[in-house]
Each structure stands twice: as C-alpha cells, then as structure tokens.
C-alpha cells in the first residue's frame, strides 16, 4: 500500500473514531452508573439529527450554534426518560430489573424508529447538512476541514467531561455511584437522582453526536440501534468503566472501518464485531478494564 493512502487511512480513521467516541462516552456513562444498557441512545443520536438538519433547512441557522442550544434540551429528555421509564423498574429484583429496563429501551427504540420512519411517508430518508468549508491539501494528503473542525470540538468536549467528573461535586458523585452504589447511598448521595442525571448527560453527548454526524456525514430512521451496538462494542473492547478505553476503542473502531472499507466497504462495519471478539479472547476484561483478582 502506498504511503500516502496509508497515512489518509489513518487520519479518515481518528476522525471518524472522534464521533465514535463522544456517543459512546454517553453510553459508558449511563451503564456504569445504572448498570442499565439504554438501546435508544443511537435513537435519541438520529433524533437530534434530524431536528438540526430540519432547524438549518428551515430558518438557515448555523448547524454548530444548533449544536449549541439544541444537545442541552436533550439532557432533559434523558432525565425524563429515566424518571418516566426506568425508575418505576427500580423496585424489582435485579435481574428482573435488569432485563426489563433493557426490554423497555429496546421498545422506545423500535417506537422512535417507526414514528420517523411512518414521518418519511415510506421513503428512507437520508439527511444531511450541505455545510462547504475548503479542505486542506497537503502534499498527496486530504484533510477534510469540516471533520477536522468537528474533531477539535469533540476532543473539547470529552477533555470537558474528564475535568467535570474529576473536580465538581455533581461529577464526583457520579463517579461515587458507578463505583460502589452501596457506598454512595451510605455517603448520603441521592443515587436516583445521580441515575437520571447520568442518563440526562449520556443522552446529550448522543444529541451531540447526532449533530456532527448530521453535518459531516448523514443520518437516517434505522441507523439508531446500529448506531447503539456499535457504541456499545466500543464500550466492551476499551473496559467497562473506563473512559480511557472509550476512547481507544472508538479509535480502533474508526481505524478498522477506515482501513477495511477502504478494501470492501460492505465489511467496514463487520470488522467492530470481530474485533471485539478478537479483543475479549485476549483479554476478556476489555483493553482498559479490570480484572477480576
């Protein structure tokens, strides 16, 4: 393979991973704090792309102020979403719980698909923002300035979220409730409210997500649970609770789709899979987790 192809490979791949990333930071987010594996977050992603694209197609705004003022409005969604749909499970056994939370993010899922795929009038519609910003050429290297743009707000972002769960009091009390639930609620933290604050937050980061997806490349009904396995493959390759691997494993992730859609793109999205097969045999903790000892 030439050198420069190999080089594009890799920076299509970190670029592509950076989104990658950001949605599945979300998800992270809310199973280790609520150990519940919310699958309408790929579909809150779609919703909140498609609002951006319809609020830019409409009244012309810019789509990164519609970032801005519409990702917030999202945390109140996920908040809601918990308090309405997750904590009347909260009562059950744990299993029990467990599996049917699981069941009711899944059906809120298929019933945000099917209303937009019903609001289509049976086309499946593919949107996107027709946002043009020069590209940088460099050499025989192409940098695409509009990804490259939103790889910076990304990085900021995620570098944003690290400080607020490290030095705030809100985000150290997430951080106390991922890790021992038991503990927090000894410690007199509210862990209901952290639950539905941890779902408020991962469901903005997907609303953000959906934005720059919609900008730099498209969104459509039926890429939500895609979407959400993907994420949720990023997720289990870095280590559960670790957002170092979170972000390791949406680069690797973007690599393989980069390097294997360049050869067959119809295996691009495969190779995640078998990836996080590949990762789980060596080391079934995940990249970046613990093991048990």
């Known amino acids: ?124 519609f593919e949107k996107s923002i027709d946002l043009y910003i020069p590209s940088i050429v460099w050499g025989e290297l192409y940098l695409p300035s509009l990804k490259l743009v939103v790889f910076g707000i990304v990085v900021v972002l995620i570098i944003g979220l690290v400080l607020f769960l490290k030095y705030t009091y809100l985000g150290l009390a997430v951080q106390a409730v991922s890790q021992n639930r038991g503990g927090a609620l000894l410690s007199g933290i509210n862990t209901m409210r952290i639950n539905a604050i941890a779902f408020g937050i991962g469901t903005m980061l997907a609303a953000t997500a959906g934005g720059f997806e919609v900008i730099h490349s498209f969104i459509a009904p039926n890429i939500g649970l895609p979407l959400t396995l993907k994420y949720l493959v990023i997720v289990v390759m870095g280590g559960l609770g670790s957002f170092v691997g979170v972000a390791v494993g949406g680069v690797i992730v973007g690599f393989a789709e980069s390097f294997v859609g360049f050869f067959n793109p119809a295996w691009g999205q495969t190779m995640a899979y078998l990836l996080l097969v590949a990762v789980l045999v060596v080391r079934p903790s995940g990249l970046f987790g613990k093991t048990e000892t």
């Open 1 to 124: 393979m030439d050198a420069a192809i190999l080089a594009q490979l890799i920076i299509n791949g970190i670029l592509l991973g950076g989104v990658y990333t950001l949605a599945a930071f979300g998800l992270s987010l809310i199973f280790g704090v609520s150990g519940i594996l919310n699958l309408a977050h790929g579909e809150f992603l779609m919703v909140s792309g498609f609002v951006i694209f319809l609020a830019f197609d409409t009244f012309g705004i810019d789509p990164f102020l519609l970032v801005i003022l519409i990702a917030p409005l999202f945390f109140f969604v996920g908040y809601a979403f918990e308090k309405v749909l997750i904590k009347p499970l909260v009562m059950r056994k744990e299993h029990v719980r467990l599996a049917s939370a699981t069941l009711v993010t899944l059906g809120a899922a298929l019933m945000i698909e099917d209303v937009f795929a019903f609001l289509s009038q049976g086309d499946v």
